[in-house]
């Protein structure tokens, strides 16, 4: 059975303190690895799409990477406003449905 | 310009009743999602749409769920005889690629469904 598991489930972190989160994935065949972002009451925002192992992305503070089993989303000298809860989401390669994690909450105080 | 919109973004109903949820993608996407998000869950699958057809309704729960998207660009949602178990805030979701070449989908702000 397709599966993600995102860890930890909540993180709080002092302005500047980097950290990662982690994404742990199963499928049969990956055809995307994707990131997102989630403000309270709104819907996710998309943050990154990863395809195949080795591959990493960049955006502001924000780095994920991809191995044939996980994913991190690395976060460096995060400031208040990167708190959100942060998404991982699978595409098997057999079908068309996108199987999300439960997310992780980061939460960064100043 | 325009993102996805839902409406309404709040649905108070009571159990046994009939709802409509509809999502305005943006326009030009041919690719329509729907996804149901529990408080502290991660969203969950629905159906998918690929122009007018659904594609793959295979995260239905049961047959109370219904959705339709006649002219390949509005949906709605249908859910017959509501259950407290459907309360949730109910995920569209659009994206301009079809899936057999997968990228970015852009989400509406959710529905926030409560059956009382």
């Known amino acids: 059975e397709d599966q993600v598991t995102q860890s930890p489930e909540a993180l709080r972190l002092q302005e500047g303190e980097s950290s990662s989160l982690n994404c742990s994935y199963t499928v049969s065949g990956l055809r995307g690895l994707f990131w997102y972002r989630q403000d309270p009451g709104k819907g996710p925002e998309f943050l990154f799409t990863?395809?195949?192992a080795g591959e990493e992305k960049e955006k502001e503070r924000l780095k994920a990477t991809l191995t044939k089993k996980e994913s991190f989303l690395h976060i460096t000298a995060p400031k208040p406003e990167d708190s959100a809860t942060y998404l991982c989401?699978?595409?098997?390669?057999?079908?068309?449905?996108?199987?999300f994690g439960k997310g992780t909450r980061l939460h960064i105080l100043p | 310009g325009a993102g996805v919109s839902q409406t309404p973004s709040n649905k108070v109903t009571e159990k046994g009743k009939y709802v409509e949820l509809r999502c305005d993608p943006i326009?030009?996407?041919?690719?329509l999602y729907w996804y149901r998000q529990s408080l502290g869950q991660g969203p969950e699958f629905l159906i998918y749409f690929q122009g007018t057809g659904a594609a793959d309704d295979s995260g239905l729960p049961n047959d109370r769920f219904f959705a339709v998207r006649p002219e390949g660009s509005v949906s709605t949602l249908k859910i017959q005889r509501t259950e407290r178990g459907d309360s949730a805030v109910y995920l569209c979701?659009?994206?301009?690629?079809?899936?057999?070449?997968?990228?970015?989908?852009?989400f509406g702000p959710g529905t926030r469904l409560t059956v009382l």
């Open positions: 979701a659009s994206s301009p690629i079809a899936a057999r070449s997968y990228n970015e989908q852009f």
């Open positions: 989401a699978v595409h098997p390669i057999r079908d068309d449905k996108i199987i």
């Open positions: 990863l395809y195949s």
């Open positions: 326009s030009g996407h041919t690719a």
